[in-house]
């Protein structure tokens, strides 16, 4: 018996609403946090066709070798179990009934239906014949494994002991004292900040590192995994915000892969919408990045359906995402943070699977919007683009300006001159990445311009308004061409305050002809910026001046990147990093 899927209940240690788990609670089938059950009231019924426990029948069967599917459940009391599959566009259809007697000795049933379904989502309904409980509930196989996986958990930290020690302890008291899983799972901290202790490492294996980011610090790990024959690796954040059903599956996935180069992205997930997807695999297309299944609402089965929809993906988030180690010809290109994972899935030939059930949550990208990271993302995207693509210069340049436009009429100027020396540096050619792997003067150079919209407790003054969205078509016609104002005689801008969420940019109808901007994170946190005509045109000059650089330097500077891509992402420039 090999389980390839367990069950998950609601937990007070997460977060997600419960119909992300079971469906139930009006039709008299409720949770226990405390004790991990769900109860049934006789005549009760609790659905499990949820993003946690239905069984996606298309990723295993298209990825996976599984002959025979079954299913195990403990508990009390006398039930109905119904399987069925729900299939997008298609009607719901039951496959099968049968009534059991439950007990804490697991009752095993054969689902035959397998071999004749092919897609869509399978999932059981419980209804209590009487008063019951559902103590623990698995599909598993009979078929054996294709692969003798040895996964390696790579987390890289960096002073943010509040999130990877809780991280820690959830891995080793959960995966880690199973035994199935700790003969084939072990977890790796690459601690750039040095500052774990060996009294809280837990399980782990504990590697202090230089700090050399996200790239070096998953570098090393990855370097490790390779020097003590791990067959696979799982990159993933340093606060494991995820079930940790979601690596059993992952690793159930690489053990049945029956496909050459199979890789699992996770899903993502937004903290403060715990049931919305913001990426589920991404593509690259042209210039921009697609963040795939963006906005789906995973407590909804049709939302679930659409979730599942086979798309091509680039690459994977490395808040999840496990390979083959020998499958990964290139390693990280040295970016420090951002882009690295991109790359990453642009310059190795990995099958990359999604799954519902697979994923976790993080913050709001937005929310952490500042100079060093509009610097660090501009750059390594163009990077992607020059070593990953091939998009010609002028869309570069292109999405180089859409950054430049955004930033200024949102009054971040700092952010817009971080833009500008993102290129710059680019410009400067491989030797500047072979001399900032520590990014230690690139972080020093950003951090003079960043004081503008560095966040801090905030008041709010009175008077400061919060507006709406809504606007007239006149507004909307004469802020189009007025450049949001930065076109208009200054007795058109009103010397007053408008409160904005924090984002990667302003909402423009909103700050229209407003000349201070209060920019307010989720922390009580924030600052303002200002209405100034002067540094506004002084971006777009700056723009257009590096921009004539970088278009004559292109071509041999594409050259350049194109011939140092094999090194900068080798096994011994990372191992002359680390170890000379």
Same mark, same amino acid.
């Given at each position: 018996?090999?389980?390839?899927?367990?069950?998950?209940?609601?937990?007070?240690?997460?977060?997600?609403?419960?119909?992300?788990?079971?469906?139930?609670?009006?039709?008299?089938?409720?949770?226990?946090?405390?004790?991990?059950?769900?109860?049934?009231?006789?005549?009760?019924?609790?659905?499990?066709?949820?993003?946690?426990?239905?069984?996606?029948?298309?990723?295993?069967?298209?990825?996976?070798?599984?002959?025979?599917?079954?299913?195990?459940?403990?508990?009390?009391?006398?039930?109905?179990?119904?399987?069925?599959?729900?299939?997008?566009?298609?009607?719901?259809?039951?496959?099968?009934?049968?009534?059991?007697?439950?007990?804490?000795?697991?009752?095993?049933?054969?689902?035959?239906?397998?071999?004749?379904?092919?897609?869509?989502?399978?999932?059981?309904?419980?209804?209590?014949?009487?008063?019951?409980?559902?103590?623990?509930?698995?599909?598993?196989?009979?078929?054996?494994?294709?692969?003798?996986?040895?996964?390696?958990?790579?987390?890289?930290?960096?002073?943010?002991?509040?999130?990877?020690?809780?991280?820690?302890?959830?891995?080793?008291?959960?995966?880690?004292?199973?035994?199935?899983?700790?003969?084939?799972?072990?977890?790796?901290?690459?601690?750039?900040?040095?500052?774990?202790?060996?009294?809280?490492?837990?399980?782990?294996?504990?590697?202090?590192?230089?700090?050399?980011?996200?790239?070096?610090?998953?570098?090393?790990?990855?370097?490790?995994?390779?020097?003590?024959?791990?067959?696979?690796?799982?990159?993933?954040?340093?606060?494991?915000?995820?079930?940790?059903?979601?690596?059993?599956?992952?690793?159930?996935?690489?053990?049945?892969?029956?496909?050459?180069?199979?890789?699992?992205?996770?899903?993502?997930?937004?903290?403060?919408?715990?049931?919305?997807?913001?990426?589920?695999?991404?593509?690259?297309?042209?210039?921009?990045?697609?963040?795939?299944?963006?906005?789906?609402?995973?407590?909804?089965?049709?939302?679930?359906?659409?979730?599942?929809?086979?798309?091509?993906?680039?690459?994977?988030?490395?808040?999840?995402?496990?390979?083959?180690?020998?499958?990964?010809?290139?390693?990280?290109?040295?970016?420090?943070?951002?882009?690295?994972?991109?790359?990453?899935?642009?310059?190795?030939?990995?099958?990359?699977?999604?799954?519902?059930?697979?994923?976790?949550?993080?913050?709001?990208?937005?929310?952490?919007?500042?100079?060093?990271?509009?610097?660090?993302?501009?750059?390594?995207?163009?990077?992607?683009?020059?070593?990953?693509?091939?998009?010609?210069?002028?869309?570069?340049?292109?999405?180089?300006?859409?950054?430049?436009?955004?930033?200024?009429? /949102?009054? &971040?100027?700092?952010?817009?001159? !971080? =833009?500008?020396?993102?290129? +710059?540096?680019? *410009?400067?050619?491989?030797? #500047?990445?072979?001399?900032?792997?520590?990014?230690?003067?690139?972080?020093?150079?950003?951090?003079?311009?960043?004081?503008?919209?560095?966040?801090?407790?905030?008041?709010?003054?009175?008077?400061?308004?919060?507006?709406?969205?809504?606007?007239?078509?006149?507004?909307?016609?004469?802020?189009?061409? /007025?450049? &949001?104002?930065?076109?208009?005689? !200054? =007795?058109?801008?009103?010397? +007053?305050?408008? *409160?904005?969420?924090?984002? #990667?940019?302003?909402?423009?109808?909103?700050?229209?002809?407003?000349?201070?901007?209060?920019?307010?994170?989720?922390?009580?946190?924030?600052?303002?910026?200002?209405?100034?005509?002067?540094?506004?045109?002084?971006?777009?000059?700056?723009?257009?001046?590096?921009?004539?650089?970088?278009?004559?330097?292109?071509?041999?500077?594409?050259?350049?990147?194109?011939?140092?891509?094999?090194?900068?992402?080798?096994?011994?420039?990372?191992?002359?990093?680390?170890?000379?």
């Amino acid at each position: 018996m090999h389980k390839i899927q367990q069950f998950i209940f609601p937990s007070i240690d997460i977060t997600a609403p419960e119909d992300m788990y079971f469906r139930g609670h009006h039709d008299g089938a409720t949770c226990s946090l405390k004790r991990g059950i769900i109860e049934i009231a006789s005549g009760g019924t609790a659905r499990f066709d949820t993003f946690f426990n239905s069984l996606s029948v298309a990723p295993w069967k298209n990825n996976c070798q599984i002959d025979d599917l079954n299913f195990g459940v403990t508990g009390k009391g006398r039930v109905r179990l119904r399987f069925a599959l729900n299939q997008l566009h298609k009607p719901h259809r039951w496959l099968y009934e049968t009534d059991i007697e439950l007990s804490d000795i697991p009752t095993n049933l054969a689902l035959d239906f397998w071999k004749d379904i092919t897609g869509g989502m399978l999932y059981v309904e419980v209804r209590g014949l009487s008063d019951a409980a559902i103590h623990s509930a698995y599909f598993y196989t009979n078929s054996q494994p294709q692969h003798d996986v040895k996964l390696g958990i790579v987390i890289t930290h960096f002073n943010r002991k509040h999130y990877v020690l809780p991280a820690i302890q959830r891995i080793s008291n959960t995966l880690l004292n199973d035994s199935y899983y700790s003969d084939r799972v072990e977890l790796i901290v690459v601690d750039n900040s040095q500052n774990i202790l060996d009294t809280e490492k837990g399980k782990s294996t504990l590697i202090p590192s230089k700090n050399l980011g996200g790239s070096g610090g998953f570098t090393r790990g990855l370097l490790h995994l390779k020097d003590n024959n791990f067959s696979h690796c799982l990159f993933m954040d340093d606060d494991a915000s995820c079930e940790m059903e979601a690596i059993r599956r992952t690793l159930h996935l690489l053990q049945f892969a029956k496909i050459d180069n199979l890789a699992v992205a996770g899903s993502m997930m937004r903290e403060a919408e715990p049931f919305r997807i913001h990426e589920k695999g991404a593509r690259i297309a042209e210039t921009g990045v697609v963040n795939l299944k963006r906005g789906l609402d995973m407590r909804h089965v049709h939302d679930l359906l659409l979730a599942e929809e086979p798309e091509h993906i680039t690459y994977g988030g490395w808040w999840h995402f496990a390979f083959r180690i020998k499958d990964a010809h290139r390693l990280s290109f040295p970016f420090f943070v951002r882009g690295d994972d991109m790359l990453f899935g642009l310059t190795n030939a990995f099958n990359i699977v999604t799954m519902n059930g697979i994923g976790g949550w993080a913050d709001d990208f937005g929310t952490k919007e500042s100079p060093i990271n509009r610097y660090l993302s501009l750059r390594a995207h163009i990077m992607c683009l020059i070593l990953g693509t091939d998009v010609s210069k002028w869309k570069m340049i292109r999405t180089y300006f859409g950054c430049i436009l955004t930033s200024s009429l /949102s009054y &971040n100027y700092s952010g817009c001159n !971080a =833009f500008s020396e993102a290129v +710059k540096d680019i *410009i400067k050619g491989p030797s #500047f990445w072979e001399q900032n792997v520590a990014m230690t003067d690139v972080r020093k150079k950003i951090s003079q311009i960043a004081d503008g919209e560095k966040c801090n407790p905030i008041e709010i003054p009175a008077g400061a308004e919060r507006r709406s969205l809504h606007e007239s078509k006149l507004r909307r016609v004469v802020r189009l061409i /007025s450049l &949001n104002g930065f076109l208009l005689p !200054a =007795f058109l801008i009103k010397n +007053k305050t408008v *409160i904005e969420p924090k984002d #990667f940019h302003a909402a423009f109808r909103r700050i229209f002809r407003y000349k201070n901007v209060i920019y307010l994170a989720g922390d009580n946190t924030g600052y303002e910026a200002h209405y100034d005509k002067k540094k506004f045109f002084a971006c777009l000059f700056e723009w257009a001046k590096t921009s004539r650089k970088f278009s004559k330097e292109f071509p041999s500077l594409k050259t350049r990147y194109k011939k140092s891509l094999d090194y900068l992402t080798s096994e011994k420039f990372w191992r002359n990093i680390f170890f000379s």
